[in-house]
């Protein structure tokens, strides 16, 4: 489960001397990120790991089959991921060694803490929300004391997003079917409360109890503050931007900040109620993850890139945005023989060519015709491939994807995916043939 390398920081050295750096190490897009009250990052990656970022070099949590969407911290020691594998798994920094506790029967949205450290809440696109108490968290990862999960159910589609008040008492969850409920956790079976019926679908959630309100963005862009009491908006901040995809509050400046699909964040001051920076963080793609530092001076940003990227809030405009480079799976597919294109398309994200397989989300197809599956010796397999008789030969490939992974290798991690066009397939095959061969010794 753990892997460690060496951790890339690039400090740029901007003419404001202000300390704007990046975290390189991740696979795939930077799905969620999460601050521990000491200021040590943790990330939820496309490429199925969670990254815990020591002083010393990243720290690879590896046990979900899927994408991780969501990452948080119960304390300066433990962290928990929630991913598209179903799956709530809980982890020790200090053993770096982790376990699954629960399970929904659909991808996992969100993960928040109850103030009491030991309550889990997760979103799910099952339309339910679960809670997970778990006892004994100073001892080892095999001595920790987990109950049955509590599922909440009264959404009618997909939870995006959930949050605890301060006391613990009651949980907000936003989902896809357009409201925002309360709910009473000293009477889990009791009916919910809708707060907000907004139309869209709701993705993101932030509720400051201590103020008396609650924000939240959704998929048409909507951007609101809610009384918590009334359920009333006391503010708009929507600029036509869609959809909203993260948000992030920081307690000490009281300011909001929220990312959205076209790559800008916009920062609000909740005590006056006004927008104070519109900056453009991202020219490639959307912004999926947001989290202060615990003294709000940083703020840290991830999205297509498998990049953390961290600006000094203050002078964030003076700095550049993310640079990484346009990702092969959005090059101009006109652009592109078929080959190539079916490729980046559809296959570039989770495999890499080169010999290595980069920490993406598959192993790397270096030298793929002729290999058994399951073999690629820096990849974690599922047991299915791990044991599978398959040769990847033209036949083989060409059924994966005339089938489908579903089909041709039930129980597999890879998404499922059909190329339903023969020419496509053979173009792909030809595509691979080319620049999957091994170099001679």
Known sequence: MLRAVCIVIWLASPSIGQGFYTLK????????????????????????????????GPVWLEG???????????????????????????WSLESANGRMVAAHTAKIADVAIAPDGQTLATASWDNK?????????????????????????????????????????????ASMDGTIRSWNLNDPKAPSTVIVKHGFGVNRLIVNDADGWLAYGAADGGTRMVDLNTGETIADFTLGRRPVLSMAYDPVTKMLAIGDGQGYIMFIDTTVRRITTDFKASLTGPIWALSYS?????????????????????????????????????????????????FKRKCSICHSLT???????????????????????????????????????????NALFDLGPDHFIP????????????????????YLRTNTVQEEN
């Open 411 to 430: 129980g597999t991690k890879m998404p499922m995916q059909r190329i339903v066009k023969k020419h496509d397939r053979d173009d792909l095959i030809d």
């Open 64 to 90: 979900h089959r899927a994408a991780v969407n969501t990452v948080c911290f119960l304390n300066n020691k433990i962290i928990a991921s929630g991913a598209d594998d179903f799956t709530l798994w809980v």
């Open 129 to 173: 929300i679960g809670l997970t108490h778990i006892e004994g968290l100073d001892g080892s990862v095999e001595s920790w004391l987990v109950d049955d999960m509590i599922l909440l159910s009264g959404h009618r589609a997909g939870v995006n997003a959930i949050a605890f008040t301060q006391d613990g008492q009651t949980l907000y969850s």
């Open 355 to 397: 010999k290595s397989s980069a920490r993406k989300a598959g192993p790397s197809l270096y030298g793929l015709f002729g290999r058994k599956a399951g073999t690629v010796v820096d990849y974690t397999y599922s047991d299915t491939l791990s044991g599978s008789s398959i040769v990847w030969s033209e036949e083989s490939v």
């Open 25 to 56: 190490g991740h696979g795939g897009p930077i799905m969620d990120i999460a601050v521990s009250p000491l200021g040590e990052i943790s990330t939820a990656s496309f490429d199925n790991a969670v990254g815990f970022w020591r002083t010393d």
């Open 294 to 342: 615990p003294d709000g001076e940083y703020i840290h940003a991830g999205g297509i890139e498998d990049i953390v990227y961290s600006w000094p809030v203050a002078v964030m405009d003076k700095h550049i945005p993310m640079v990484g480079g346009i990702q092969s799976f959005l090059e101009d597919p006109i652009s592109l023989p078929n080959g190539e294109r079916q």
